[in-house]
């Protein structure tokens, strides 16, 4: 069998997904804060704090709650099903309460392997998180691993 990565699945390394811009809310932050810790702060659940929203600062992890884009056009995925490989961050800057952050998607590299399930194709990613005025908040590099039935199978 040849290989499953075709020519046109080539052009996508370094292509960038449409730029989606999210607001940090207070009560994203308070509501994030809570899932992860377990209970309320009772500094992030004070009312009192919507106008210095600044002084809030959100687990890091937030991030992966913002979505990018799909690439335009979509990648051919050639796989029905995904495994998602892992991630690793680098955190530049806290997200606050009140930020402004963009996220886009990057193609970084494809390749494929064969294992128990045949064969399947790793894309590497990363996602840049930048503030309102541009600046680095922090970049996430994940592995996608899909594989299995052809896509669009049942």
Do not use: C, W
């Not at 990648?75 to 963009?102: M, N, Q, Y």
């Not at 996220?103 to 045949?118: H, L």
């Amino acid at each position: 069998m040849g290989s499953v990565i075709t020519d046109v699945m080539q052009s996508f390394i370094g292509a960038k997904s449409p730029p989606i811009t999210y607001r940090v809310s207070h009560r994203d932050v308070a509501r994030f804060n809570a899932a992860i810790r377990g209970v309320l702060p009772p500094v992030e659940n004070d009312p009192d704090l919507e106008g210095n929203e600044a002084m809030i600062e959100a687990n890091p992890l937030i991030l992966r709650s913002f979505i990018t884009a799909p690439f335009d056009p979509p990648f051919p995925e050639p796989f029905h099903d995904v495994l998602d490989g892992g991630s690793r961050f680098k955190f530049i800057r806290p997200v606050v309460a009140g930020d402004e952050i963009t996220a886009v998607r990057k193609m970084q590299e494809i390749f494929e392997k064969s294992g128990r399930f045949g064969p399947m194709l790793f894309k590497i990613t990363e996602v840049s998180y930048s503030d309102a005025s541009g600046e680095l908040v922090a970049t996430q590099e994940s592995t996608s691993i899909s594989y299995g039935r052809p896509a669009g199978s049942v």
